[in-house]
């Protein structure tokens, strides 16, 4: 596995926590800093990550609430007509 070198920096007694954790947990403050970020990244996005681009797509094109919950709705009725003309074709 290719690692990379980080440094942060960190308050005094957050350093010292981690210390202690690390400590309880039988593993070495770098170990236990590793295994922290590892987890932190190996984790799936939460809904509020994977919609945040779309959010600020939204926020910035200037559409008002009522515009965007016509046009969500609008396309909702288009997919239903259209789920309804599939069942009629069959």
């Known amino acids: 596995m290719e690692t990379t070198t980080l440094t ?5 007694n957050t350093k010292a926590i981690l210390e202690e954790k690390a400590k309880s947990n039988g593993k070495d403050f770098v170990e236990y800093v590793e295994d922290l970020l590892e987890k932190d990244a190996d984790q ?16 910035a ?3 008002t ?8 709705e609008s396309e909702r009725q288009a997919v ?4 309804q003309k599939f069942k009629a074709d069959f």
């Open 61 to 63: 094109s200037g559409i």
């Open 8 to 12: 942060i920096h960190v308050r005094k």
């Open 80 to 83: 239903w007509k259209e789920k």
């Open 65 to 72: 609430d009522e515009e965007f919950d016509e046009l969500i």
């Open 44 to 59: 799936p996005k939460t809904l509020d990550e994977i919609l945040a681009p779309f959010r600020r797509e939204v926020e």
